[in-house]
């Protein structure tokens, strides 16, 4: 998402709180372009002067979190395909959810944003954002909110180690642990 008027480059990572994000900053709903696309998008000046910025999430919780979310929204292409799979282990089995963070905000293996937040720490980390930007620092809502247990109770030893082999970037380059 880009927004001319505050300068800024927001990299939408599904399941990391983009929503609550664009609802403060006022941008309408968005696909989810990773770095290289919006930088397609705009000018190299604007690229180079704009803040970009992106919330990464804990790969175990955000997996589990977009389970959640297939499953109270029938209209997700998913849907179907996701209730047809007895529980999250078969589920995580079946399928990578959805791609690395890493990705989404790297080029050539360089990350590309000026300020990555953490979801565990958004309020935190959404008012060094707000800093940045220059709008006042506000309360951010919880949309798409999916009720569950703590993540951890969902994952069994080989369901841990699918999530592990398949955001092993994520994992490596954000510092995130099971159970952390």
């Not at 290289?36 to 804990?58: G, L």
């Not at 300020?115 to 709008?135: A, L, P, W």
């Not at 909110?145 to 699918?162: A, C, G, L, Q, W």
């Amino acid at each position: 998402m880009v927004n001319h008027k505050l300068k800024c480059i927001f990299v939408e990572v599904p399941k990391t709180g983009s929503t609550s994000i664009r609802a403060i900053i006022g941008q309408p709903p968005t696909p989810h372009l990773n770095i290289v696309q919006i930088e397609n998008q705009v000018t190299k000046n604007q690229f180079n002067k704009y803040f970009k910025f992106a919330f990464v999430r804990n790969p175990w919780d955000r997996a589990l979190s977009l389970y959640k979310y297939i499953l109270k929204t029938p209209e997700h292409h998913y849907y179907e395909q996701c209730c047809q799979l007895a529980n999250f282990s078969a589920y995580l089995k079946e399928r990578t959810p959805v791609p690395q963070q890493y990705d989404s905000l790297s080029k050539h293996g360089k990350i590309q944003v000026d300020f990555i937040g953490r979801f565990e720490n958004m309020q935190h980390d959404f008012n060094i954002v707000c800093d940045k930007i220059g709008i006042p620092k506000q309360q951010l809502p919880h949309t798409n909110k999916s009720s569950h247990k703590n993540y951890t109770e969902y994952y069994d030893d080989e369901t841990r180690e699918i999530v592990a082999k398949n955001y092993k970037e994520d994992i490596e380059h954000f510092g995130y642990k099971f159970g952390e």
